[in-house]
């Protein structure tokens, strides 16, 4: 509206001037009169749009507030929070969902309401990116903000025995946060090393606090994935290979092997005594909640058994909404409901191999372990009720943009001795604006410096100079997803324009779009000058012992390994930190 004015109110000066002298003192001077009233009044509207748009925005959380029925002393409690302080900050990252796997995204049955209320009094994205299409690389770049290259979490995972990990060199979120002041946790799924004596641990990497599983926990043997006593849809990993699953509390493991019926609930648990016992230091604090589902074998407690149409996926996802409603609930018992910015994504896409079991990429190509837009495009929610733009937005942005926004955020230096490759995101959530970032650079499941990056995007327009199969079954409907599809050159490049055919599958002609491949070609060709390769963290080398083992030494190994602390009122030791 004031942009409007302001135009009509210089083409009124534009077109009138010239005929001043003209016209009578009488007409000349309702001229005037009219130039005046169309400055005060945009003046007015520039001081009190703002003000409207605030009005509104209170609105709307007044709005939230009776949706969710909150007392008196709540409401007090989180409109006392100073709005000039430094906000808290929560990472919440799933484990394989899929674009398609959430209502917010098109999915017509599967329910999250917490996630979805999130989404409709936050910032919801359609055009976000995971740095990765498998899980250890993609956490390395989030945590990071660089690409899995730089930090040399390829070519492939890590594994519960592997001796290599995150370098101690590498500056994590939780590190640079720390540094200015804020309590950091994390709950979850870490891998990305254990090693010798922890060394490769969560506590060793910036945070204070740990609770969860230290690898993927389909990396253990696994009998009951379903309460009470349903079997996992398949086997895990052999018990003779792996010692069983070890949750852990800090260093300390509190369970072996997991009980994955009540491994959520006790993850909800140990998340909102952290966020308790930290808002009670009045510190900032930050918490990243890497939550195990929807990565097979999905589970699935009392609680949220058969308690979705969409069958164990959708138990899965239930899983998930509530520890979101369980961390929204401690920030509003602890008054810090209105002072923490939330952001919510995923570490790739989904898995098609477990079928119907392994979720939805929606209307994009593929999905987890290559590089078309299924095994990249993830969900993305910011939340920050009163500060940031609500709605949607189409803007590009990936996990790696995540570390400098944080950091800008808390006021904790980004690094300057090393290369970054993320970017401020603050244009996107509070003006919907674009961000610096331009371009991505797409690697496979297995990194290899003979091939460097798959896939380029650059604007809204994608190239594939190689692809290859995922892990499709041999049977799947479209054969670039399959398995025993091989790596293809394609020279020229495959080009696509992601805005009007988000699914690839209409390649521009290269003859017609010659100057845009060129660019294309050049793009990548600056990646490939600016890429670091970092020592292969998975290929430094093995050793059975270094998997944690709540009996070290104890015969018949794996086995052996035993202990359950959790089922007997275990006292959690957030309040130690």
């Not at 498998?134 to 390395?140: E, G, L, T």
């Not at 650059?458 to 079954?473: D, P, Q, R, V």
């Not at 002609?509 to 292969?536: S, T």
């Amino acid at each position: 509206k004031l942009s409007t004015l302001c135009f009509i109110h210089t083409k009124f000066i534009k077109l009138t001037t010239p005929f001043c002298h003209h016209i009578s003192e009488h007409t000349n001077r309702q001229l005037i009169i009219m130039n005046v009233f169309l400055t005060v009044t945009a003046i007015c509207l520039l001081i009190l749009l703002p003000i409207s748009e605030a009005s509104h925005e209170h609105q709307k959380w007044h709005k939230e507030e009776d949706e969710d029925g909150w007392s008196d002393e709540a409401r007090e409690r989180n409109h006392k929070v100073k709005t000039d302080s430094r906000p808290n900050i929560v990472l919440f990252y799933c484990d394989d969902l899929g674009y398609g796997d959430l209502p917010t995204y098109g999915n017509p049955a599967t329910y999250t309401p917490y996630i979805q209320r999130m989404t409709r009094y936050g910032l919801f994205f359609t055009n976000f990116y995971a740095a990765s299409p498998v899980c250890c690389p993609s956490r390395a770049a989030v945590l990071t903000g660089r690409y899995q290259t730089r930090s040399g979490i390829y070519p492939k995972g890590i594994d519960p025995n592997d001796l290599g990990g995150l370098p101690k060199n590498e500056t994590t979120m939780a590190e640079g946060l720390r540094e200015v002041g804020y309590t950091t946790g994390m709950i979850g799924k870490w891998h990305l090393g254990v090693g010798r004596n922890g060394t490769h641990l969560p506590r060793q990497h910036g945070f204070d606090y740990y609770f969860g599983i230290p690898y993927t926990h389909d990396a253990c043997p696994c009998t009951t994935c379903f309460y009470p006593d349903q079997p996992c849809r398949k086997q895990c990993h052999s018990s003779e290979e792996w010692v069983g699953c070890p949750v852990m509390e800090n260093e300390k493991i509190v369970q072996q092997p997991v009980d994955l019926t009540t491994l959520q609930e006790n993850c909800d648990t140990a998340a909102v005594k952290f966020i308790k016992e930290s808002a009670a230091t009045e510190k900032p604090f930050f918490l990243y909640y890497a939550i195990h589902h929807t990565h097979w074998p999905q589970y699935a407690g009392k609680a949220t058994r058969n308690a979705s149409i969409a069958g164990p996926l959708g138990d899965s996802l239930r899983e998930v909404d509530n520890a979101v409603g369980a961390v929204f609930q401690a920030l509003r018992d602890t008054g810090n409901y209105y002072n923490t910015f939330f952001f919510f994504t995923a570490d790739n896409g989904p898995d098609l191999e477990q079928g119907y079991w392994g979720g939805s990429a929606g209307p994009f190509r593929c999905g987890k372990t290559t590089t078309w837009e299924g095994g990249f495009r993830v969900p993305a929610v910011a939340w920050w009720p009163g500060r940031i733009k609500t709605g949607r937005t189409t803007k590009f942005a990936t996990v790696l943009d995540l570390l400098p926004t944080f950091f800008n955020l808390a006021g904790a230096e980004i690094p300057q001795d090393r290369k970054m490759d993320g970017y401020d995101m603050s244009p996107i959530l509070y003006y919907k604006q674009d961000s610096e970032r331009e371009s991505f650079a797409y690697f496979p499941e297995f990194v290899d410096s003979s091939y460097g990056p798959f896939a380029i995007r650059w604007s809204h327009y994608k190239a594939h100079f190689y692809t290859a199969g995922g892990n499709a079954a041999p049977d799947y409907p479209d054969i670039a997803c399959r398995k025993t599809t091989n790596i293809t050159l394609h020279d020229p490049p495959i080009l696509y324009d992601l805005w009007m055919d988000p699914g690839e599958m209409t390649p521009l002609d290269p003859h017609e779009n010659y100057y845009l491949l060129q660019k294309m070609i050049e793009v990548r060709e600056e990646y490939l000058a600016d890429l670091e390769w970092g020592l292969p963290q998975p290929l430094v080398g093995t050793d059975d012992e270094v998997q944690p083992c709540a009996q070290p030494g104890c015969d018949p190994w794996p086995t052996c390994c035993q202990i359950d602390l959790l089922s007997n009122g275990y006292e959690f030791r957030v309040g130690k930190l």
